[in-house]
């Protein structure tokens, strides 16, 4: 069944800022600003969905939205001065390229399964149980 008109738009929206966000992200110093900037990714998954519903689109605001909670609860931990799970590049790494994945299934209507699930265990492993159980070994980002 083909897009209508307006979920052609707001497919193309969708993807376009996502592989904005994957860019800012990657070229940003700052990890501070790498969070900031991966806001933006559930901030067009919210404005999807409301003009042009889809159940993928749903799924990946409410994962993004948590991915970035956990991002900024560690990086508000670390500016207290807590060190137990450090800031780790790799994270950041695995997330935009999650970011890319969830732009190209999107756009070419293939599963955002694969994508979703890198981006939120990238995102769980900076939490002090996802750290634990990657520090175990159990748990691969």
């Given at each position: 069944?083909?897009?209508?008109q307006?979920?052609?738009?707001?497919?193309n929206e969708l993807v376009a800022e996502l592989r904005r966000v994957?860019?800012?992200?990657?070229?940003?110093?700052?990890?501070?600003?790498?969070?900031?900037?991966?806001?933006g990714a559930y901030g067009i998954t919210s404005?999807?969905?409301?003009?042009?519903?889809?159940?993928d689109v749903l799924v990946a605001d409410i994962l993004l939205r948590a991915a970035y909670n956990m991002l900024l609860e560690q990086s508000n931990?670390?500016?207290?001065?807590?060190?137990?799970v450090a800031?780790?590049?790799?994270?950041?790494?695995?997330i935009c390229n999650g970011l890319n994945g969830l732009a190209t299934s999107f756009e070419s209507g293939e599963s955002v399964l694969g994508?979703?699930?890198t981006i939120i265990t990238a995102a769980f492993s900076q939490t002090g149980v996802g750290n634990y159980l990657k520090e175990k070994g159990e748990m691969g980002i």
């Open positions: 069944m083909p897009l209508s307006r979920e052609e738009f707001f497919k994957e860019n800012l992200i990657r070229t940003s110093p700052i990890p501070e600003k790498k969070i900031y900037y991966f806001s404005r999807t969905f409301r003009y042009s519903f889809s159940k931990r670390m500016k207290t001065g807590e060190q137990t800031y780790d590049p790799t994270v950041i790494e695995k994508p979703l699930e």
